[in-house]
């Protein structure tokens, strides 16, 4: 009692003082407050106080919300708290609701959008709570919250982009930076990490004040050194009109630029995956230190820039280059224009010329061949990145995600060039695969009809005939209802259950099963095709629905599957389409699919020796 008495008659900026410490949670201050009056003044009175906590609980909003105009940081505590618990509200509602989509519509997640719409800070507070769901501590729990936790990452990361894009078309040439443009673009294929400008801008600053250094050891006279810190901050921040030095001295800069990227950083062309979709995002790329020309380029300009020489990309058809001339302005007066030197950061920044271009290949021409080119402008070169990510997402080398790629590539490439209609095309053939909402790509179509060559007019029509076709005869609108979930009966032939983690006899894969039929309920062609009837069981057995390791999806019959004797984890981007956990020798189903297979219960625990923990 006597410590009670005792501690009222501490200073307020004491108690404030201790109330800060990180052991005490903002319960335990609030309950503090509740005490006495006193105390209760302190704790509802304090703005540092609540600042504190709040930086405490969420610790990657330190610069949000913006420290000067926040009035009080209890009501921005509540409201960030309040946030969050409804974010999870919602994102525990999607399993119900989609557990039968292997794709979401833009529409479908619009309650997502209208809610970080509605608050000052909502990107900012949605992405922190999202990714603390998607990076907890618990790797294999709570994987199906997970699961859908990326959908909607993916979903307001692009909605976002999608006015930063629009900015960015708005700004003057020379603010309209290449690494900005590559930002955007590897923000938007990789939602669930954060790639920001500020981090990027500040490792291509890391690399020019490695050149200046090796510059200095070997050009300590150079012009460079005395020029003043806001000419540096200047083409930093802005595209650069021409070479802020003469001939020799650019060439003196250029050559260290080429010695500290390519021999002591070690960037060089990635031949090896040249179609990964990793060479076409800058926070790889600067990590890694390999991608493919356009993104080294990239690096390469965003460098030199920032040291006063102008490098100009150029995309030809089979190559993409950077080119620069000694002077960009000497044709005032009628004079003879410098010539062009091409640089190929691919093949460690190799000084090119037309004449001494060698060949790419022996039965194909320079590039530069013939050609009379204009530099890329950024949006060009963008548009470039999302071909070139299209492709990537097309190939069939990494099975893990690849329809998500594919989809983030092609929705790139219609922001980008939205009148591209072949793009259109390829992304309503996608849309219609998985049974999605066509009305954006319509109400696209409509719009920029008029405005269209005759040619590309006639196939917008086409299109637009294909896609009302498919809504009126195949698309149904799932966005607000829930399934109905028919449960399957077991019959005493079906051996194996659902969760139960499975070796392939004749390929020795392992996988995990998620379904499974008491038949092959396969079409006749996929049976012919899969040489089911050279199985001693033939098709008259179970077929079970397997995510396999490698990232594919299959349909392997019950005799080529057997227990796998070391049950570990599959690393399949689905699993939490399916399960909600993984106790050490098999998943657990979410509630869709226990109710889907409700006796399957029994037979994990036969197998497995465990009880579904839940």
Wanted: aromatic share 12%.
């Amino acid at each position: 009692m006597a410590s009670d008495v005792l501690i009222s008659y501490l200073p307020n900026e004491i108690l404030e003082y201790i109330l800060e410490s990180d052991v005490l949670m903002p319960k335990d201050v609030c309950n503090f407050g509740s005490t006495c009056s006193k105390f209760r003044n302190l704790v509802n009175t304090s703005n540092k106080l609540w600042k504190t906590k709040f930086q405490q609980c969420w610790p990657n909003l330190q610069e949000v919300p913006d420290r000067q105009k926040v009035q009080s940081w209890q009501f921005e505590y509540k409201s960030r708290l309040e946030f969050g618990r409804k974010l999870r509200k919602l994102v525990s509602q999607m399993s119900r609701r989609f557990h039968k989509k292997e794709e979401i519509s833009n529409s479908e997640l619009s309650d997502f959008g209208k809610m970080m719409q509605e608050h000052k800070y909502g990107y900012a507070y949605m992405v922190d709570e999202l990714m603390s769901i998607a990076y907890d501590n618990e790797v294999f729990s709570n994987l199906t919250e997970k699961y859908y936790t990326e959908k909607v990452i993916r979903y307001i990361r692009q909605l976002h982009l999608k006015e930063e894009w629009q900015d960015f078309l708005t700004l003057d040439l020379e603010d309209q930076l290449l690494e900005k443009g590559a930002v955007l673009v590897a923000q938007w294929c990789q939602p669930m990490v954060e790639v920001s400008y500020n981090s990027i801008a500040s490792q291509l600053d890391d690399i020019a004040t490695q050149v200046k250094a090796q510059l200095f050891m070997d050009y300590p006279n150079h012009p460079l050194f005395r020029t003043p810190e806001d000419k540096f901050v200047s083409w930093r921040n802005k595209n650069i009109s021409g070479n802020q030095w003469k001939p020799s001295d650019s060439q003196k800069i250029i050559s260290a630029i080429c010695n500290v990227l390519f021999q002591q950083m070690g960037f060089h062309g990635n031949n090896e995956m040249y179609y990964s979709a990793e060479n076409s995002f800058i926070n790889m790329v600067l990590l890694t230190r390999k991608g493919i020309p356009i993104t080294l380029s990239i690096v390469f300009e965003s460098v030199s820039r920032r040291l006063g020489v102008k490098c100009e990309p150029v995309s030809f058809p089979a190559h993409f280059l950077l080119r620069w001339r000694e002077k960009y302005n000497n044709d005032e007066c009628g004079a003879e224009l410098s010539p062009y030197y091409y640089i190929d950061v691919f093949n460690g920044g190799q000084f090119l010329t037309k004449r001494s271009c060698p060949r790419y290949s022996p039965d194909s021409q320079c590039p530069m061949r013939g050609l009379s080119v204009r530099p890329a402008t950024p949006i060009e070169v963008i548009e470039r990145m999302a071909n070139n990510l299209e492709v990537a997402g097309r190939q069939r080398t990494q099975m893990n995600g690849r329809g998500a790629r594919l989809r983030s590539a092609l929705e790139l490439l219609n922001l980008v060039n939205p009148s591209d209609m072949n793009c259109i095309l390829h992304l309503a053939r996608f849309y219609m695969l998985y049974n999605m909402d066509l009305a954006d790509l319509m109400a696209t179509i409509v719009r920029m009809q008029d405005e269209l060559e005759p040619r590309a007019r006639d196939q917008a029509r086409h299109i637009m005939q294909m896609l009302q076709v498919y809504e009126t005869h195949h698309y149904k609108d799932t966005s607000c209802s829930f399934p109905q979930i028919e449960p399957k009966v077991r019959s005493e032939n079906i051996a194996y259950a659902v969760g139960m983690i499975m070796r392939h006899r004749q390929y020795n894969y392992r996988c995990v099963i998620y379904g499974w039929d008491s038949l092959c309920a396969a079409s006749q062609e996929w049976i012919r095709q899969m040489g089911v009837e050279n199985l001693p069981q033939k098709s008259h057995q179970p077929f079970y629905n397997v995510l396999v390791e490698d990232g594919s999806i299959r349909y392997a019959a019950q005799e080529n599957l057997e227990v796998a004797s070391e049950p570990v984890a599959v690393t399949h981007l689905d699993v939490g389409r399916y399960f909600e956990q993984f106790c050490s020798t098999y998943y657990v189903p979410n509630a869709e699919k226990r109710m889907e297979y409700p006796q399957d219960a029994e037979v994990r625990q036969r197998f497995c020796g465990y009880t579904d923990v839940k």
